[in-house]
């Protein structure tokens, strides 16, 4: 048998850590590099006690499928999932969780063993033990960054939202906010929860593209732009919900071609232009 043990602190709770550990969304998105996707069992959201999936994916040039199921369960201190079928003799995965002074100390106890006998345990030694270790830490350096970001609540809040009101392109609505669906992962916001927008064109060359940035109160940004599917949808409710806004400026905002013409639409604060702009971009990239 070999053993992989890492500990990664992470300045968010524990039960935000636990849940993001379990979000079979987020691991997809984490391990694109092998290109693994749920195909059976639970295959988004968050996994559960006795729930299993079966993943599929591509390990050393080779195209493998595992079913594992999670075998221990205390939310938020500690799940296990076990191999149930799959290319080694055998896989557990021990993920703990415990409060600590910044935040979280995520623990992963990684036992496994290859079979073929003497030659697989070579093997588990020589190559497995260093892939899989930095597979692992990939894996949570992406739970810590999400985590420590607006996107894990909103991550969360989206696996969480059961009732959907309307779907329109990348947007679903619900009766509070809004659900925004990414290339891999699913985010939820309130429109109380929505605390600066702003409004600028990006230069395309030959054309302009309008482009909305959000900030929300937890620290989240969301980068939008015309060419996002159920755009003119998104700004009506957005108007809707956040009545400050100017009702003309998409109109403003085009005139003088190919000008940025960065903009304040909305601060929950009170803020003027420079003021937002220090506060929401000093450690993001500005437009």
Known sequence: MSLIELETCICADTETCFDLSRSIDLHSFSTVQTRERAIAGKTSGLIGADETVTWQATHFGIRQKLTSKITAYDRPFHFRDEQLKGAFQFIKHDHYFSTIADGTLMRDVFRFQSPLGILGRVVDV???????????????????????????????????????????????????????????????????????????????????AICIDLFTKKGGHVFLTESDPGWDR??????????????????????????????????????ALEQAEAGCYANKHKP
Do not use: C
């Not at 892939?131 to 991550?155: D, P, W």
């Not at 985010?187 to 060359?205: M, N, Q």
């Open 126 to 208: 020589v190559i497995m033990k260093r892939y899989l270790t930095r597979f692992l830490i990939k894996r949570n350096n992406i739970i810590k960054n999400v985590a420590e970001s607006g996107t894990g609540a909103a991550l969360l809040e989206a696996e969480r939202t059961p009732h959907i009101r309307e779907q329109n392109g990348i947007f679903s609505y619900t009766n509070n906010g809004f659900i925004l669906q990414g290339k891999f992962l699913r985010t939820r916001y309130s429109w109380s929860d929505i605390e600066t927008v702003f409004a600028y064109k990006e230069d395309l060359i030959t054309t302009d």
């Open 234 to 271: 998104f700004l009506e409710q957005l108007s809707e919900h956040l009545s400050a806004i100017p009702g003309n400026w998409e109109q403003a905002l085009v005139r003088s071609p190919f000008a940025t013409n960065f903009t304040l639409l909305f601060d929950q604060k009170g803020r």
